[in-house]
């Protein structure tokens, strides 16, 4: 079955991904932020300074790219995640992530763009965190929303899930959802539901 992912290297003209060295990495971002200078009427944003100061500050792990399809449009980008352990280990999952010019009173908007069968994350790609929710607070960084982002495919909480079937058999049968994951992350069918392919 052939991979339905896409290519990020090829589909973007800007990749800023954490697998190069860290300086260089450093001084994309700084340099992509810096091109963003300035915002309706001629004037920066709060929100536009905000976010240039979290881009030029991410600190991320190496198993988390981020994607500018647009590098003159900061507010709108897709980040990939690929787990090296747990459940998920092996995947490539993708995110499109939404900044408002409210940011940072609001919360980033996060959507997977990919169905993947996970108790935190529904089948329209809705993603339940709750640094996007009610722990919103704008003292938090784009960092601390990646990173969080990231933490769900460490640490599963079927106590709020958007996908009730996935949380009802990880807390009832692991070995049965640890099976799931695995046929749903290779694009296959789990109770009537199709899953992308994310390997």
Not at 47 to 54: F, G, S
Not at 80 to 89: F, L, S
Not at 124 to 150: Q, Y
Request: hydrophobic share 35%; net charge negative; with cysteine.
């Amino acid at each position: 079955m052939p991979n339905d992912t896409p290519d990020f290297d090829s589909k973007f003209p800007t990749q800023i991904s954490t697998r190069a060295p860290k300086q260089r990495q450093q001084e994309k971002l700084a340099d992509l932020a810096a091109q963003q200078t300035v915002g309706v009427h001629g004037k920066v944003s709060a929100a536009q300074i905000r976010l240039q100061k979290d881009i030029t500050e991410l600190e991320l792990p190496r198993l988390i790219s981020i994607h500018m399809p647009n590098p003159q449009d900061l507010f709108h980008f897709e980040i990939e995640i690929c787990p090296v352990e747990g459940h998920y280990q092996g995947g490539r999952f993708h995110f499109k992530v939404d900044i408002s010019d409210n940011y940072p009173i609001d919360p980033p908007r996060i959507k997977c763009l990919q169905k993947i069968y996970h108790p935190n994350i529904d089948l329209d790609g809705n993603v339940c965190l709750n640094i996007l929710r009610e722990d919103w607070s704008p003292v938090l960084s784009l960092n601390a929303v990646l990173l969080g982002l990231n933490f769900l495919f460490l640490e599963l909480n079927p106590n709020d899930p958007l996908n009730k079937d996935a949380a009802n058999t990880l807390v009832k049968s692991p070995n049965v959802f640890s099976r799931n994951v695995k046929l749903a992350m290779r694009g296959l069918i789990i109770d009537r539901e199709e899953y992308d392919r994310v390997i």
